[in-house]
Antibody, heavy 120, light 108 residues
Framework: EVQLVQSGAEVKKPGESLKISCKGS????????IGWARQIPGKSLEWVGM????????RYSPSFQGQVTISVDKSIKIAYLQWYSLRASDTAIYFC?????????????WGQGTLVTVSS | EIVMMQSPATVSVSPGETVTLSCRAS??????LAWYQQKPGQAPRLLIY???TRATGVPSRFRGSGSGTEFTLTINSLQSEDFATYYC??????????FGQGTKVEVK
């Protein structure tokens, strides 16, 4: 059974850095995408970006380009979403998600979400 | 950026009834559309992809249809576990995958 387990909730101050993680299990191939989506509580979802585990090709949504860094360590099946300087507007729940394979552009498997709170 | 518009925002339905949710794209997305279900405090769950293909384990009462700019998700004989918020999302071109604002299906 494919599972994605995300790191726990974080409370940070504006300007601080943060790296959250998403650990996968139940699969062996590296031919898949890991996507990150943001959801402000009570609102819809937005894609932050995605990374191909096979070769670490990364794609960012324009709104998030330059604001975050997505990375993956395929050997231990962990993907990361990183900020170097958080802002209050980064407060949200962040979900990671995994595609079925390299050709799938939709996400079958989702992590439980990580709540990031940025407040002074 | 392609804008996805869902209607209605909220629909009240009794268990056993059929409900149809709409999703409209601001330009043609062919059949590059997915539907997700989300319950409070949970992650989204993939229901439908490529406009009409049900994901593994999704009951046959969920049916997706449409192409181009107009899409629908029909839920037949609504069960108690189906009360949730439903999002459509296109994956026609990157960058710019977008979700609709969601339709909440609530108990009448």
């Amino acid at each position: 059974e494919v599972q994605l387990v995300q790191s726990g909730a974080e409370v940070k101050k504006p300007g601080e850095s943060l790296k959250i993680s998403c650990k996968g299990s139940g699969y062996s191939s590296s031919n898949y995408w890991i996507g990150w989506a943001r959801q402000i509580p009570g609102k819809s979802l937005e894609w932050v970006g995605m990374i191909y585990a096979g070769d670490s090709e990364t794609r960012y949504s324009p709104s998030f380009q330059g604001q975050v860094t997505i990375s993956v360590d395929k050997s231990i099946k962990i993907a990361y979403l990183q900020w170097y300087s958080l802002r209050a507007s980064d407060t949200a729940i962040y979900f990671c998600a995994k595609s079925q394979d390299s050709n799938s552009l939709y996400y079958h498997y989702w992590g439980q979400g990580t709540l990031v709170t940025v407040s002074s | 950026e392609i804008v996805m518009m869902q209607s209605p925002a909220t629909v009240s339905v009794s268990p056993g009834e059929t409900v149809t949710l709409s999703c409209r794209a601001s330009q043609s997305i062919s059949t590059s559309l997915a539907w997700y279900q989300q319950k409070p405090g949970q992650a989204p769950r993939l229901l439908i992809y490529t406009e009409s293909t049900r994901a593994t384990g999704v009951p046959s009462r969920f049916r997706g249809s449409g192409s181009g700019t107009e899409f629908t998700l029909t839920i037949n004989s609504l069960q108690s576990e189906d009360f949730a918020t439903y999002y459509c999302q296109h994956y026609y071109e990157w960058p710019g995958w977008t979700f609709g604002q969601g339709t909440k299906v609530e108990v009448k």
